[in-house]
């Protein structure tokens, strides 16, 4: 807990005056540090179905903090940093799964063709950027990594503000368009049908998006071919990594959902020409800059807690008013990112992206990591063993360690809820600070 946090002493004291400070403790302990958990007033009570009998229960206005304190389960970092690591832990865990196996995904699948590929957004005019050269930018200018005019269009004036925004609000679109692409890609390449395809292989992926400085959404993939059950079957012997690779760049090339004609003008989707696509490797490879399990899986982590932060800095919540924008910590190339999407929101043809609703996304709307159903498990999977992990532990210390848990089947659960509020007071702020878990070191396992 930083040092510089000065305790809220009345706050404490009330606190201490009622006794309940280890009982406290022990709930706020059970958050993992989340800075906004939800507030809620109720009870809970569990019954032996076949004898009546009352086996547990909860009133919330007898526990220490007087409500029941549920995690906010936020994934962006800048929102609860806590429950954010844990979506991390949760995608890389994913992720990992899908590339060399457990979880319910055989080992197996670390020999099926796998890529890591990368999908960037096309140009909308000129913006400071670093060259890899270690030249200076067009402008002249040799950009430090924390340049603040990194990203930003070197003439304003010119950027294409609408069709970055329009580009955004498509990306999930253009997607869905090149998996479809990809596949009948692989099945030309094949010599099969795309009927036939599907009895000899599977496109399995993971994916995440992320903002690139300038605002323009891009996506990081895992691709992976198996047989036609997914990871459970091998590939068929035509099945390689350049097979799939070479396909992946046609389908990217052909890759385009339907025109969009507004204000006089056509606007056409498509991926930008820096198609990053790498042969992952095992771990253990040892040829010259080896692109690994554990290295992609961590990347992709990485980015699926972040929003539109990259562009927007402190921009993590939707604006509800034009007038915001004058009160937002932003750069003049985010706000106007932010204003054009207002603008086109105000159009009824453009009802259907709800630019408005998305504005703080720059447009884009949506989720940030998908998977297809075979790559591995999913998120819910593992939130699930986690709440199961939970429950256990609760049980036992309701119970003790050597009572059995109660059968769920003849177990009737009544229980009613209602939304009390969110976040802390300043004293149970303070003692969450106090006895929170080093990042990444929570103990809570992640199995399913």
């Given at each position: 807990?930083?040092?510089?946090?000065?305790?809220?002493?009345?706050d404490l004291?009330?606190?201490?005056?009622?006794?309940?400070?280890?009982?406290?403790?022990?709930?706020?302990?059970?958050?993992?540090?989340c800075?906004r958990?939800?507030r809620?007033?109720?009870?809970?009570?569990?019954?032996?179905?076949?004898?009546?009998?009352?086996?547990h229960h909860?009133?919330?206005?007898?526990?220490?903090?007087?409500?029941?304190?549920?995690?906010?389960?936020n994934?962006?970092?800048?929102?609860?940093?806590?429950?954010?690591?844990?979506?991390?832990?949760?995608?890389?865990?994913?992720?990992?799964a899908?590339?060399?196996g457990?979880?319910g995904?055989?080992?197996?699948?670390?020999?099926?063709?796998?890529?890591f590929a990368t999908?960037?957004?096309?140009?909308?005019?000129?913006?400071?950027?670093?060259?890899?050269?270690?030249?200076?930018?067009?402008?002249?200018?040799?950009?430090?990594?924390?340049?603040?005019?990194?990203?930003?269009?070197?003439?304003?004036?010119?950027y294409?503000?609408?069709?970055?925004?329009l580009?955004?609000?498509?990306?999930?679109?253009?997607?869905?368009?090149?998996?479809?692409h990809?596949?009948?890609?692989?099945?030309?390449?094949?010599?099969?049908?795309?009927?036939?395809?599907k009895?000899?292989a599977?496109?399995?992926?993971?994916?995440?998006?992320?903002?690139?400085?300038?605002?323009?959404?891009?996506?990081?993939?895992?691709?992976?071919?198996?047989?036609?059950?997914?990871?459970?079957?091998?590939?068929?012997?035509?099945?390689?990594?350049?097979?799939?690779?070479?396909?992946?760049?046609a389908?990217?090339?052909?890759?385009?959902?339907?025109?969009?004609?507004?204000?006089?003008?056509?606007?056409?989707?498509?991926?930008?020409?820096?198609?990053?696509?790498?042969?992952?490797?095992?771990?253990?490879?040892d040829?010259p800059t080896?692109?690994?399990?554990?290295?992609?899986?961590?990347?992709i982590?990485?980015?699926?807690?972040?929003?539109?932060?990259t562009?927007?800095?402190?921009?993590?919540?939707?604006?509800?008013?034009l007038?915001?924008?004058?009160?937002?910590d932003?750069?003049?190339?985010?706000?106007?990112?932010?204003r054009t999407?207002?603008?086109?929101?105000?159009?009824?043809?453009?009802?259907?992206?709800?630019?408005?609703?998305?504005?703080?996304?720059?447009?884009?709307?949506?989720?940030f990591?998908?998977?297809?159903?075979?790559?591995?498990?999913?998120?819910?999977?593992?939130?699930?063993?986690?709440a199961?992990?939970?429950?256990?532990?609760?049980?036992?210390?309701?119970?003790?360690?050597?009572?059995?848990?109660?059968?769920e089947?003849t177990?009737?659960?009544?229980?009613?809820?209602a939304?009390a509020?969110t976040?802390?007071?300043?004293?149970?702020?303070?003692?969450?600070?106090?006895?929170?878990?080093?990042?990444?070191?929570?103990?809570?396992?992640?199995?399913a």
């Amino acid at each position: 807990m930083p040092a510089a946090t000065p305790p809220p002493v009345a706050d404490l004291q009330q606190i201490a005056q009622l006794g309940t400070m280890p009982a406290l403790m022990r709930q706020l302990s059970g958050l993992a540090g989340c800075t906004r958990p939800i507030r809620l007033d109720g009870w809970r009570t569990e019954i032996h179905a076949p004898t009546g009998e009352v086996l547990h229960h909860l009133e919330s206005a007898n526990l220490p903090a007087g409500n029941l304190l549920l995690r906010c389960g936020n994934r962006r970092a800048t929102r609860c940093a806590p429950c954010a690591e844990t979506y991390r832990r949760d995608t890389y865990h994913l992720i990992t799964a899908g590339l060399t196996g457990g979880k319910g995904v055989p080992a197996t699948v670390a020999a099926h063709p796998r890529v890591f590929a990368t999908f960037t957004a096309p140009s909308f005019g000129p913006v400071h950027h670093r060259r890899k050269d270690a030249r200076p930018c067009r402008c002249g200018t040799l950009h430090g990594e924390d340049d603040p005019a990194l990203g930003t269009p070197i003439d304003p004036g010119t950027y294409d503000y609408r069709a970055a925004v329009l580009w955004n609000a498509h990306a999930g679109a253009l997607w869905a368009r090149f998996t479809i692409h990809l596949r009948r890609e692989l099945a030309r390449a094949a010599g099969l049908t795309q009927r036939e395809f599907k009895n000899h292989a599977r496109v399995s992926f993971g994916k995440v998006a992320e903002y690139q400085r300038r605002g323009a959404v891009h996506f990081h993939a895992v691709i992976r071919l198996d047989g036609p059950e997914g990871g459970d079957t091998p590939p068929p012997p035509w099945a390689t990594p350049g097979l799939l690779a070479d396909a992946i760049r046609a389908a990217a090339a052909r890759a385009c959902p339907p025109a969009l004609d507004h204000g006089g003008r056509s606007y056409e989707f498509r991926f930008g020409p820096q198609l990053d696509i790498r042969t992952i490797r095992s771990a253990d490879f040892d040829g010259p800059t080896p692109v690994t399990e554990r290295a992609v899986a961590a990347y992709i982590a990485k980015y699926a807690t972040k929003g539109a932060e990259t562009a927007t800095g402190a921009l993590d919540r939707p604006v509800r008013f034009l007038a915001e924008l004058a009160h937002l910590d932003i750069s003049e190339h985010a706000r106007r990112l932010v204003r054009t999407c207002w603008d086109l929101g105000a159009d009824p043809e453009l009802g259907d992206l709800r630019l408005r609703a998305w504005a703080h996304m720059l447009g884009f709307r949506g989720h940030f990591s998908t998977k297809t159903r075979r790559y591995s498990t999913t998120l819910g999977a593992l939130r699930e063993a986690r709440a199961a992990w939970r429950r256990a532990q609760a049980a036992e210390h309701l119970h003790g360690p050597d009572t059995p848990p109660a059968d769920e089947e003849t177990a009737l659960v009544l229980a009613h809820w209602a939304f009390a509020g969110t976040g802390l007071t300043p004293g149970e702020t303070w003692l969450a600070q106090a006895i929170a878990p080093a990042p990444g070191t929570e103990g809570e396992p992640t199995r399913a």
